[in-house]
């Protein structure tokens, strides 16, 4: 299926595909929006902050015909979930691929306007609803598919069905590894339920490795920014251009199966040239699909059609 070689560089002509991606003002979403534009995508910059994602807007080469365009999305936020869904289904007629990439890490315990635990709205219930909302458009595209990014953190976690705000018992890391857990739960069950359907969508799974984003400097507390940060990074992190690849590769290799996860391919599944990767039994569980499925129609209030 794929060359351990693979890079960015073999990524084949977009001209005329239209990609929405999440967090695209810095990190994997800024690099995954790079490469995409240097085959002449059309990119939707789905970002918290429109300033910020105007500026790297700007700084994105666009000379191979590739057209951006910025739009606020933050995902904690259900309402603005909506406002988003509601603009590019005014605006757009079809959606060729949608990259689930945002994400927060390690805050302090913090509740979403609508009640839910920062990182699990964030990360995991904000991408459900927005991929529930934009599934018409999905289906219009030409080889659509969603491309949900987990984490190597998945494999050390557990669906938090019981307490998932945190009120009895939170910890910065244990609810980002839930999340990302979240993540590959939805996308594994996503394709499930495509698959069983015969949906034209596909649904794929990506992982960056241990890769120098914003996001470990970000974590708000000061221990974690210290060890993923000032430590980790330094020491393991690859650069966040080929920490990208997975994700570029799920969202442009026209060989890649549904319900695939796709990592990089070096020791420890840290760095490396995309390779597909093995999911957790957690992940891939009947039940854990289903109750996570049932749990997040119900909060977001987003059925799939």
């Known amino acids: 299926m794929t060359d351990d070689r693979w890079t960015a560089d073999r990524i084949s002509d977009l001209t005329g595909r239209t990609f929405v991606v999440t967090g695209a003002a810095g990190g ?4 995954t929006t790079r490469a995409l534009a240097a085959r002449g995508a059309r990119v939707v ?28 999305l933050d995902l904690a936020d259900l309402d603005s979930v909506r406002e988003f869904a509601d603009g590019m289904r005014a605006d757009h007629r079809r959606i060729d691929v949608l990259v689930n990439n945002a994400g927060v890490m390690a805050p302090p315990r ?3 306007p609508q009640g839910h635990e920062v990182q699990f709205a964030t990360n995991h219930l904000g991408h459900f609803a927005l991929t529930g909302l934009l599934f018409d458009l999905l289906l219009a595209g030409r080889d659509p598919r969603v491309v949900t990014v987990t984490s190597v953190n998945h494999r050390r976690a557990r669906l938090n069905f019981a307490d998932p705000t945190g009120e009895r018992r939170y910890s910065p890391m244990g609810f980002y590894n839930s999340s990302k857990l979240a993540n590959a739960v939805f996308g594994h069950e996503l394709h499930r339920r495509l698959s069983a359907t015969a949906s034209p969508v596909r649904s794929i799974l990506a992982h960056p490795g241990y890769t120098a984003t914003g996001l470990q400097a970000a974590a708000t507390t000061a221990m974690w920014r210290f060890l993923l940060g000032r430590v ?23 060989a890649v199966p549904s ?19 093995a999911l957790s039994a957690a992940a891939t569980d009947p039940e854990n699909g289903r109750r996570l499925w049932e749990l997040s129609e119900q909060v977001t209030g987003v059925r799939f059609g």
């Open 28 to 31: 994997l979403g800024l690099a």
């Open 45 to 72: 910059l789905a970002v918290r902050d429109e300033e910020k994602g105007h500026r790297a807007a700007a700084a994105v080469d666009t000379g191979a015909g590739a057209e951006l365009e910025v739009r606020r």
């Open 110 to 112: 913090t509740l979403s």
């Open 232 to 254: 980790g990074n330094p020491l393991l992190a690859q650069p966040v251009e080929r920490g990208a690849w997975p994700q570029l590769f799920a969202a442009t290799d026209p």
């Open 259 to 277: 319900g695939r996860l796709i990592g990089p391919g070096g020791p420890g599944e840290l760095r490396g040239h995309p390779a597909p990767v």
